[in-house]
């Protein structure tokens, strides 16, 4: 009984591999590996399409990917819990979902300038949605995601570190404020009739982060405050000419 599943379970494995999985060959260091079908180049990952050195200047694209991990994007890591593989990792997944399609084809479009290997996609997805227990009927998302353990867990680690790095600011801003960013308008309370532009930012992160950005946003000259959530901190953005000088940037 128990090698008739195993071979049942070999014969799947085969399956599997016929479908999705082709032999490539390195063009670079020669190494014969197995890979996705879909894979768009021959180089090997390990060895030949490193993760970029990141103690020198971080790329305009990888710094925009790092913005938007830091805010809607997610990197799901998961473990085994139990058995032989217990401790090593199950799944990894990097995936950012919204409702705007233009903002998850330029963070596709980043991935695959950065890291040519990566095998990202951005799909459409329909389905009920419960927020506050009050449910939306076919709720649509777009899902730009890609599964890669040694991406997911370089990227993981950059997030942690990208304030002690060299990078992009501008386009670091860009990637955080296109994820977490809201523009609002306010009664000004000294003139009830005129309306106040502010920029936010309100995330659920410690505050040294936000004086982090508060740091970038002084650097291109725009003024900002950090007041406390009860959940959370938010950074705003007021006065006209720093608003000014956050659309120019
Ligand atoms: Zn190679």
Known sequence: MLIKKSKRERKAKVNFMKKYLKKFKCSRCGKIFIASKYRKTNLCKQFCMPFPDVSKEI???????????LGDGNICITYFKKGN????????KIQLETIDYEFNKFFEECFKKEFIYANIKTIKLIRDKTVNK?????HQTYQTYLNSKSLALNLKKLKEEIFSKK?????????????????????????PNSFRNSINLMMYKPLPFFENIKNILNKFKIKSYIQKLEKGYRISIYDKQSIQNYKEK
């Open 59 to 69: 790329s305009k694209e990888l710094s925009y990917i790092i913005g938007v991990l």
């Open 167 to 191: 990078f992009n600011k501008s386009y670091f801003l860009q990637g955080l404020y296109d994820s977490e960013g809201s523009v609002k308008f306010t009664k000004d309370k000294r003139y």
């Open 134 to 138: 009050k449910i939306y009927k076919n």
């Open 85 to 92: 593989y217990k401790g090593k990792i199950r799944s990894s």
